[in-house]
């Protein structure tokens, strides 16, 4: 039974909404029951209206913001990285505003239920609203009290869809599966709503696909194909399934959905991927390669693809490969590459196929050209990156001995030359160095030129012709690997600077030329071209410029510039001859042991050999001629290089391997039963038990001492037990034997520090006894803590910085993107010179560090702002009365960085 109160409320507030009357019913006056029940109900409307459009508007902006990398399976739903959340913070933390307003103001909550509608939903608004901010715990929180508050209504499914979609983006998939199982088992209810049931598909499969279970996921994506009603899920589901169905190998499935998709007239940046996975869907067997390749070569000419060509090429090189023609494949990728400008993604991708074709072939130059453009932007979670890092490097080791024995060789050959004919090389090559200054500062001169007219475009609110509004990572591009956040790389400070100082830090400072790369153009200058068909000279003569004395301002426009490296003395020649074979002996190394590649190794030990025939590598290189021809199976050459071996080197491990093939397996054993006697002796150390840790190693040192790895740490842990069991002074001298014999070994610098000390607390060696008690280790003021309150500090150069304008722009950045949490900004005097600006506060660490991610690569707040004279910082409530009293911001900073990740 419900009272007369309450059924003449219900009455009214029904005729009222269905009649549609539109008072303005926050401005009525309340002065009777009914009409207050009236506007209690209309009020809680509009601001709930009001939040949900916020909610709205932040979900088309998301959409037009966040790009999908479409070189990857699709999930179900793509909600952005955290960065590309905090766009959303405005509308969002308005959508949460309303929703609090609406749930605090406009209750009405008697006879054991909520009355008004609008209030659960301004529950569920809420949670969504922080859910699409990516703060989880809290919308999981919403989520979970919608379910079990609303036990009756209908609304507790959507509460409980949402708590799943939740716990999938948290990475928790046992709450996940728990839940969606929850959701399904409650599918027969009688208010179940439809709009969940239609959506349940499309949440399971984004579930199994954000695990990449792409056999689970594919059920549900074609059960979301027969009831979900939304047009553009509907076609992101086609997508997906033809994406799962070309990985698996089946290309006309995978083609029956691209082509559907395309019928449906999508928006473009899925049907230009469609249109590409449909072309590299093509079967080599079944299709025909003609007819993809013509609609491929057709795109490339239409206007509006032109800033995707590199995706094009890329799956016209697929089209090649499948078609066995790898050398258009390599012309195809090679063009991706060249016109890939601003998907780094693209670019990446397309380098290392390049580079893995390359590579298979054994142009390791070429390759090597490629690895290197492909790990410019590789970031470190992509697929085996650090095999791809691996196989850069070794290429990198190759082409630079490679590089080394070409440049020697010419500089040999450039100073056995008679004066004449090595200054006429020298004057040619002066002379393309000056056309090429000429073209490079031409080229500098249209650049410097285009640049100016950029930015009168920019000015004049043009198109700047580099992008476009939000970055480009292509229509299917992902987003940029590089710093690009919407802008052009050039045109954002923060990315510009980070690349200087990154590029500053690996290569030096460089002048902008031709092969900056270099810092000795001279390998460049004089190639192979230059020297051909010259005559060797055997004379060691020196022409007068040669002889001259070298300036150090020389420049590639003077012949000294050339002289100055060319070996002169006999002397000279052999350092040289020592770096060739070294070269050949490294590159010997690399092609049989890290590239396998046995033909490449047996050419370049042939030649150090006919170049070099007695040299310091002759053992180990003949057992490297013996392995590989024994595994090309070339007898003669086989027992060649074993009769060499054992006449020469009879009691060479290697000659001990080739008479027994175990011989290795039998050291090896032995060396595990010194690996034993370590064990054993560390685990006697660790008990005090110095002894017998005296007796193991004595032990090691008697059986054992050719063993350099593990005797160092013998002797290391026996001169401990010395100075424990017996005196202080037999420790130091074991010690300093020890430094004596094994200096580059692992426990040289502990044994060189405990040395130290004891000198300076014994006097040993004329060490004044207590001079390093003032040396204690530094023990930190600051505590480690998480769950305390957190402040965010901007310390500025109070001189340079003018600090209200900056509070200012702080004060804006909160109310954006924080405003919910009602931030308080203070400064503070932390000296002559510094002030500080506090910002809080937040209540843990966590709170803290994320404003801090946020504000401290925020444009607008930093704008005008020199980097040396600002520092950003979060610091906790415990340990900022310890900076200040001691002003140590550099102190605090540096413990910072020790011991807390905020970035």
């Known amino acids: 039974m419900i009272g007369r109160k309450t059924y003449t409320l219900l009455v009214t507030l029904s005729l009222l909404l269905l009649t549609g009357i539109t008072l303005n019913s926050c401005s009525t006056k309340k002065n009777t029951w009914t009409r207050r029940a009236y506007h209690n109900v209309t009020c809680h409307y509009n601001v709930y209206w009001n939040g949900l459009m916020s909610l709205e508007e932040g979900k088309v902006l998301q959409h037009e913001k966040i790009k999908d990398n479409y070189k990857t399976i699709l999930r179900v739903y793509n909600y952005g990285t955290k960065a590309d959340a905090k766009s959303l913070f405005p509308k969002m933390d308005r959508a949460i505003e309303k929703s609090s307003i609406a749930i605090q103001k406009h209750s009405m909550y008697f006879g054991g239920k909520e009355q008004v509608k609008w209030v659960a939903q301004s529950y569920l608004m809420m949670g969504i609203a922080h859910f699409y901010k990516q703060d989880y715990i809290p919308a999981r929180r919403v989520f979970d009290y919608v379910y079990n508050e609303y036990k009756d209504k209908p609304i507790r499914f959507e509460g409980l869809l949402w708590l799943a979609k939740t716990y999938i983006q948290m990475n928790r998939p046992a709450k996940a599966e728990a839940t969606l199982n929850l959701l399904t088992s409650k599918m027969d209810a009688d208010d179940f709503p439809n709009k969940v049931y239609n959506e349940l598909p499309l949440v399971e499969a984004d579930f199994y696909l954000s695990h990449e279970n792409y056999a689970a996921a594919y059920p549900y994506l074609e059960r979301a194909l027969e009831i979900n009603k939304d047009r553009f899920l509907t076609n992101r589901v086609l997508f997906i399934l033809g994406q799962i169905n070309q990985k698996e190998g089946d290309f006309e499935r995978a083609t029956r959905y691209y082509s559907q998709l395309i019928k449906r007239n999508p928006d473009y940046e899925l049907a230009f991927n469609a249109r590409l996975n449909l072309a590299q869907s093509y079967d080599s067997k079944t299709g025909n390669s003609k007819a993809i390749t013509r609609l491929l070569m057709k795109m490339t000419k239409e206007s509006k693809n032109q800033e995707f060509l590199d995706q094009i090429y890329y799956a016209l090189a697929d089209v090649a490969l499948k078609d066995n023609n790898d050398t258009l494949a390599i012309s195809y990728l090679r063009k991706s590459v060249a016109s890939s400008v601003n998907n780094n993604y693209q670019k990446t991708i397309s380098s290392l196929k390049v580079a893995d074709l390359y590579f298979e072939e054994t142009e390791y ?483 803290a560090a994320n404003y801090y991610r946020a504000i401290k690569n925020d444009e607008y707040v930093l704008s005008g702002l020199n980097k040396d004279d600002y520092k950003i910082f979060p610091i906790s409530t415990k340990n900022y009365p310890i900076m200040y009293r001691d002003k140590d911001v550099k102190g605090y900073m540096e413990f910072m960085k020790e011991n807390y990740d905020f970035n």
Do not use: C
Not at 574 to 593: C, F, N, P, V, W
Not at 618 to 647: D, H, M, P, R
Not at 744 to 756: D, E, F, H, R
């Open 365 to 847: 130059k070429f390759a090597k050209l490629y690895y290197d453009t492909a790990m410019m932007a590789l970031p470190a979670d992509f697929p085996n990156y650090f095999q791809i890092k691996e196989r850069a490097e070794i290429l990198t080791n190759i082409v630079t001995e490679h590089q080394t024995i070409k440049e020697q060789d010419s500089l040999q050959t450039l100073a056995r030359m008679n004066p004449d004919e090595r200054n006429a090389i020298i004057d040619a090559a002066i002379e393309k160095y000056k056309i090429a200054e000429e073209e490079r500062i031409k080229r500098e001169e249209e650049e410097k030129n285009a640049k100016e007219a950029e930015q009168v475009a920019m000015k004049n609110g043009m198109p700047s012709g580099f992008g476009g509004q939000g970055g480009r990572g292509g229509p299917g591009g992902p987003p940029s690997l590089g710093a690009g956040n919407g802008k052009w790389y050039f045109y954002n400070p923060q990315a510009l600077s980070k690349g200087y100082s990154e590029f500053v830090r690996k290569w030096g400072k460089r002048q902008l030329t031709d092969n900056w790369r270099l810092s000795d153009k001279r390998q460049m200058m004089l190639t192979d071209d230059d020297l051909q068909g010259e005559t060797v000279r055997t004379d060691s003569t020196v022409s007068d410029t040669a002889n001259a004395k070298a300036s150090s301002a020389a420049t590639p426009m003077d012949r000294v510039f050339y002289l100055n490296g060319l070996p002169k003395t006999e002397d000279d020649f052999q350092a040289s001859d020592r770096m060739i074979l070294e070269a050949y002996h490294k590159l010997g190394t690399l092609y049989k042991e890290s590239l396998h590649d046995t033909a490449s190794a047996i050419t370049v030990y042939n030649e150090m050999f006919n170049r070099f025939p007695e040299n310091q590598y002759e053992l180990e290189s003949w057992f490297a001629l013996y392995q590989l021809y024994s595994g090309k199976g070339e007898v003669s050459e086989v027992a060649k290089y074993k009769n060499l071996i054992l006449t020469k080197y009879p009691d060479s491990d290697y000659a001990k391997v080739i008479v027994d093939p175990d011989y290795f397996v039998k050291l090896a054993a032995k060396k595990g039963q010194i690996v034993k006697l370590y064990a054993r002796t560390y685990k006697a150390f660790e008990r005090e038990q110095y002894f017998r840790v005296l007796s193991f190693a004595n032990k090691a040192i008697e059986e054992y001492p050719d063993n350099k790895s593990l005797m160092p740490r013998f002797l290391y842990l026996r001169a401990i037990a010395l100075g424990k069991a017996t005196t202080v002074d037999s420790m130091y001298t074991e010690m300093k034997a020890l430094v004596a014999a094994y200096p580059q070994s692992g426990v040289a610098p502990q044994a060189k520090q405990i040395l130290k000390t004891l000198r300076a607390e014994y006097g040993f060696d004329g060490g004044a006894p207590g001079e390093g008690s003032n040396k204690a280790k530094k023990i930190t003021k600051y505590k480690l803590t998480k769950k305390i309150p957190f402040f965010v500090i901007v310390a500025v150069n109070g001189d340079k910085v003018k600090i209200n304008p900056l509070k200012v722009r702080i004060s804006d950045f909160d109310k954006k993107y924080f405003r919910l949490r009602k931030l308080r900004i203070k400064s503070l005097q932390l000296d002559n010179q510094r002030v500080l600006i506090t910002i809080g506060n937040f209540t843990n660490k966590n709170d």
